[in-house]
């Protein structure tokens, strides 16, 4: 592929990416374009206008689809599969009634956000969400009221750790581009993400849960047959164990990792590269899947062909929401080829501005621009580290510093940010409806972690 240097100034290409969004924002909302389409389109115009090269054009955007879905399609396939077979052996309604049961009704949100809480430390964003799923629309159907009650609370949880606690991939890697301590930010990027949830998470999603009424999505129903109702509901600890089968898996890894830093083990071992690769979350959601299969399937008395029958279901609803993250992906994957996430940062980083403000601005800039929080933030660590390190700023100032660059990498999420479709198609939910939502609540996240970054940035 020829090698493309873009040659527009910084003011033309961030014109051209907000018109790009304007125009994928019409297409959708004004048309009613399928999603899908709209972005292969707005991805392919924005490409021919920003002057990538015509023979590279094509290469661009199924790359981008494809890395996008590369990370996506297995953890989305394999997740919905485990979370189908939980639902419809009826292990989410135990689970459900059981969280009911020890927290109360009233505090079935709280309970729900806190077990993802939980669960969000080891594992990422969209496979902690797809298994939470089940259970989260169980307790919906069984309590009633907008469905926003119970998901935003699930899915702040889960953006709250993949964002700004180690060992997800944007703290790690960085707290190594600045310099900051791994151990240190964790405890840091506790003592934000836990109450940026409760602000975000707990109070909004009880805001806005009253005030937009969103019901239960169509494609999750009671499919326990009249030959499953002489098998018994799964025991509560049965279904926790299940969930906790792929997390132990994937925090496997950062017990490898911490060990290979500290020169226990060779990463050249066999064992240890065998090791790493069974707890990989697609690898661990595999291993989850056959062993619910089993557990929930034959073990229990139901036919292996339902079992069957059962896993192939849930792919059918996911596919939709597969191909639109790709399509996601790869109209951010044009913007960032295209030069305009470049643009951006160079223009902020010539302000002049204190570093921590700098560092949130930028990543925030990039977010908007190109979509993915990760990306963001390992730029935006990138452009700061040498005033970072001029500054010589230490322990808690750096993780400080770590925490509001990501708390800018969950800002203003919108129509090129792959979790904006997720969370959308997920729950049904319609373009204006998840900005008043996902976009409005990963906006408070940013903010709120931003204040809490400072605070404890100004305190060290």
Known sequence: MPEFEQTLGAGTLISIAAGAVALLLVLIIQFRIHAFVSLILVSFLTALVTGIPAGNILTTLTSAFGSTLGGVALLVGLGAMLGRLLEVSGGAQALAD???????????????????????????????LVVMLPVMFTVGRRLGGSLLLYGIPVATAFSCMHVFVPPHPGPVAAAELLGADVGLLIIVGLLVAIP????????????????????????????????????????????????????????????LDFARAQEWVSKDASWFQLAR???????????????????????????????????????????????????????????????????????????????????FL????????????????ITAAGLVQPAVQAAGYQGIQLSAIVIAVASGSVMLSHVNDSGFWLVGRFFNMDIKTTFKTWTAMQTLVGLVGFALSGIIFWLA
């Open 98 to 128: 059981d969280l009911v049961r020890r927290f109360g009704e009233k505090r079935a949100p709280l309970a729900l956000g806190i077990a993802s809480l939980f669960f969000g430390f080891p594992i990422f964003f969209d496979a902690g």
């Open 196 to 255: 940026t949830w409760v602000v975000a998470g707990h109070f909004f999603g009880s805001w806005i849960g009253k005030r937009i009424y969103l019901p239960v999505p169509d494609n999750v129903t009671d499919e326990q047959s009249s030959d499953d109702e002489r098998i018994s509901l799964p025991s509560p600890g049965l279904v926790v164990a299940l969930l906790l089968l792929p997390l132990v898996l994937i925090f496997m890894n950062t017990g």
């Open 277 to 359: 690769t069974v707890g990989s979350t697609p690898i661990a959601l595999l291993i989850s899947v056959l062993v619910a299969g089993y557990v929930l399937g034959p073990m229990r008395g139901r036919d292996p062909i339902k079992v069957e029958r059962i896993v192939d279901s849930a792919l059918g609803p996911v596919c939709s929401v597969i191909l639109i993250t790709g399509a996601g992906g790869m109209f951010g994957g044009v913007l960032r080829a295209s030069g305009i996430g470049n643009a951006l940062s160079d223009v902020l980083a010539d302000i002049g501005m204190p570093i921590l403000v700098a560092g």
């Open 362 to 377: 930028i990543s925030t800039a990039l977010r908007v621009a190109q979509g993915s929080a990760t990306v963001a933030l």
